[in-house]
């Protein structure tokens, strides 16, 4: 009734350009979205009041005799922020990095553009750091997670057990120099074991960088000399308008299929992985 008579009334203009009927009917919407608001901020917060007078324990740690253990929704909040940092984890601690660095080369040496796609790459890649490193997962499965699920061991505990191989494994794919200069760089002495993943992590990516360039580049020569091969011959022939990547294209996709390509790439990636 009161915004029906207030919509009837003639506009009165004030200063600014604004009139009286409009800012009361702009007044009675934000009361209306403030009212709102708080009675849907009380009805997500009774629960929780509720929960407290009814003395149930949000946040809770226990003494045990292994050391200290979390509450159970404490573990839930660890373990999905351990899931939203996996595929962090799988890029930066694996060797997938190297997979789809060499696999983007060889694209690019190739002369395709856009074939095979990125996703397909990437499925490549994914499905070959799988396997390779199946070992490690395996040996984490069993000395953390099942420990863990038969409440054996504590989660910091299993955390810790977890870390183990895949440190190990980092550590046999990361060079010396690279250890040495993260080492540097973050003030730490010590053995190469006692160190953590937030040095051994920025060393193996920086070794696996430098091996994907390195398999890389024997990767590239071929296919460098086959384009080097044609632009000669055009060139000789007088045919300098025509692309030497056009012609070579299919010259190097016959010899990559001739050599059976994908499997001796395969092979070279998942024999330059170490200490599995």
Known sequence: MILNRLQAMPPIVVSYGLSIRRLLCSGMLCRGLLCSGLLFSGLLYSPLLLAQEGGITLFSTAQTASGQDYNVKIEILILMTLLGLLPIMMLMMTCFTRFIIVLA?????????????????????????????????????????IPFQNDEITLPQALGRAEVPLKNYMLAQTSSKSLEQMMGIAQTTGDAQQQDLTVVT??????????????????????????????????????????????SLPFKLMLFVLCDGWTLIVGTLTASVQGI
């Open 105 to 145: 080369i060889l694209r690019q040496a190739l002369g395709l553009q856009q074939s095979p796609p990125n996703k397909v790459l990437t499925g490549i890649a994914l499905a070959l750091t799988l396997l390779v490193m199946r070992p490690v997962w395996t040996k984490i499965h069993q000395d953390a997670v």
């Open 202 to 247: 920025p060393a193996y990516i920086l070794s696996e960088l430098k091996t994907a360039f390195q398999i890389g580049f024997m990767i590239y020569i071929p296919f460098l000399v086959i384009d080097l091969i044609v632009a000669s011959i055009l060139m000789a022939m007088g045919m300098m308008m025509l692309s030497p990547l056009i012609v």
